[in-house]
């Protein structure tokens, strides 16, 4: 299975780059990933948001297969933790022959992106800015695939 992060902007802060860029490195070790980042809007200052997220999730839905699973991360997705979300990842990875994971802008995602995704769910009750949860989220997707081949990155 193929897995595809979609993020909207580029990710800003080099430090977290860094952090990325090692983890997909890491994760590739397991199975095929990358990223495709939908560019920042230009003028949105005096768009409103809900028009803003109407045009990202156009961009969104544009990279998006009818054969794809697409999942949502968001706030009121489901939670997990670890090893529950390898499990979850493993179940994926026998059903779905690609998964696209996305991570919206900064107001979230459009009715129309919520109506096409199969799944939501969620890294934690708290929220994080949406440059952060990038780091978050590939260091769980990588940590997911260390439990499912059992090798010793996670500790119970």
Known sequence: MKAVLILIGKTQNKHF????DDYVKRI??????EIKVIPELKNTKNLPEDVQKEKEGE??????????????LDEKGVEFRSVE?????????????KLVISIGG???FSK???RRADEKISLSRMTFSHQMVRLIFVEQFYRACTIIKG??????
């Not at 780059?17 to 990325?20: C, E, K, P, S, V």
């Not at 544009?62 to 999942?71: G, R």
């Not at 979300?85 to 022959?97: D, E, G, I, P, V």
Request: hydrophobic share 35%; proline share 8%; glycine share 4%.
């Open 106 to 108: 900064p107001y979230g």
């Open 112 to 114: 129309d992106v919520y």
């Open 59 to 72: 961009l969104l839905l544009k990279l998006i297969q009818p054969s794809d699973t697409l999942v949502l």
């Open 151 to 156: 090798d010793p990155y996670h500790h119970e």
């Open 17 to 20: 780059i860094a952090g990325i």
């Open 85 to 97: 979300f390898a499990s979850w990842l493993q179940n994926r990875q026998n059903t779905s022959r």
């Open 28 to 33: 590739k070790h397991y199975q095929p990933f």
